[in-house]
């Protein structure tokens, strides 16, 4: 009997041993415990906000220049600038995704026809964000000239004139990737649907897409300064496409919880390939390239409260390709001053209805616990258990009761 008794605690202790060591229930605990911390990061250093519409307004000025450099003996480059680059602007956000457009009003063109377009729909999330850029622009004008030869000079007249006839079309993707995600909000920066706590910053990688057209009647070069480039870089039309990866960084410094001010720096390396139509023999010349190219920059300083954002921004494009001997550079300058709104405050911890008390749980109830929100720790007891993990706590300082998930709390 007492030999019985021994093998049935013996196997009893075995089975209690393994499933208390089961590799199992090992991963589970530990990804319970990762993503535990994470969230008590992220809730340290993020505030999601309470609203789920998002409206702003923004005035600023979208600069778009053109480039075209030689690479002779003696190298000169060209560069236009559009004439109507004021812009106004509406950018609705809902959750994470933010929709702008921006436009020149038309009064502001005299009658000539200058356009000035943009489109950037975007999403930020917690690891991953997406964003679009279209932007069309008509109407260039010279805006400076170099000949290293000193052969040929640019004439006051080069620089009055307007190339009503020059259109570019742009249209970018990107999809990039932000490894410290728990710490860095990207919607508080870009989209401002969310605030950045406590200053942080995060690597960033990425792919991106890019597609440019320049349009013209006549050639872009002018009659008297051909002669410093090349016979096949006087091109009447320049179209490319090129994919790359992205590697750059990001950081915000926080002040005061609202005060920001953000630097974003994302270089990427492409491929691509393209086209040109001389002027003289109007045919196409196919072309690969492989250069640094899609480079975006973005510094931003501004508030960023509860009810309301504003702050100013300077958003820089620039794209590089290799047509025909020649570099075409197409760079976007836009510096911009913007207010926003939140609108439609919902409630972010809704209540589980109907809920059962529990006997069985992690905490008790007359328990004191602890739990972040906001980016400040919170103290209180617990007054309610229920089932399926919640709990309804009365902080100390407000006397507020709140149901909170088992997840959120800690042990005092």
Request: proline share 4%; hydrophobic share 40%; glycine share 8%.
């Amino acid at each position: 009997m007492q030999l019985f008794l021994r093998l049935l605690f013996v196997v009893l202790l075995m089975k209690a041993l393994c499933f208390s060591f089961s590799p199992a229930r090992a991963a589970v605990t530990a990804a319970s415990i990762k993503e535990s911390r994470g969230d008590s990061i992220r809730k340290r250093f993020v505030e999601p906000m309470k609203t789920r519409f998002e409206i702003q307004a923004n005035y600023g000025s979208r600069n778009s220049l053109l480039v075209i450099t030689s690479r002779g003996n003696a190298p000169a480059f060209i560069s236009y600038a559009n004439q109507n680059p004021t812009q106004i602007g509406v950018v609705v956000s809902f959750l994470n995704l933010s929709i702008p457009v921006s436009f020149s009003p038309s009064f502001l063109s005299n009658g000539l026809g200058l356009r000035n377009i943009s489109f950037s729909p975007s999403t930020y999330g917690k690891w991953l964000w997406w964003n679009a850029d279209f932007n069309y622009s008509k109407g260039y004008g010279i805006s400076g000239f170099k000949d290293l030869s000193k052969a040929y000079l640019l004439r006051s007249t080069d620089l009055q004139a307007l190339r009503n006839d020059i259109r570019s079309y742009a249209l970018s993707s990107s999809l990039t990737f932000v490894p410290n995600g728990n710490r860095f909000s990207s919607a508080a920066v870009f989209s401002f649907t969310s605030r950045q706590l406590h200053s942080s910053g995060s690597l960033l990688m990425g792919l991106n897409y890019h597609f440019s057209s320049v349009l013209a009647d006549s050639s872009l070069l002018p009659n008297n300064l051909a002669g410093a480039f090349a016979a096949e870089q006087a091109f009447v039309n320049s179209r490319s496409a090129s994919v790359g990866i992205a590697l750059g960084y990001t950081y915000t410094y926080v002040v005061a919880k609202n005060i920001f001010a953000n630097i974003t720096l994302l270089p990427s390396l492409a491929t691509g390939i393209g086209r040109t139509i001389d002027v003289a023999e109007k045919k196409e010349k196919h072309y690969q390239f492989l250069s640094p190219s899609n480079t975006f920059g973005y510094v931003a300083l501004g508030h960023n409260g509860q009810r309301s954002y504003w702050g100013v921004s300077l958003n820089m494009h620039t794209y590089r390709e290799n047509p025909a001997g020649a570099n075409l550079f197409m760079n976007f300058v836009t510096p911009t001053v913007f207010a926003g709104f939140r609108v439609v405050k919902w409630s972010r911890s809704v209540p589980p209805p109907k809920l059962k008390r529990s006997r069985s749980s992690a905490f008790v109830r007359g328990q004191k616990v602890s739990w972040w929100a906001g980016g400040s720790k919170h103290n209180g007891v617990v007054i309610e258990v229920y089932k399926k993990g919640f709990y309804k706590v009365k902080e100390n300082d407000t006397k507020e009761e709140i149901v909170w998930e088992e997840k959120d709390l800690l042990a005092q």
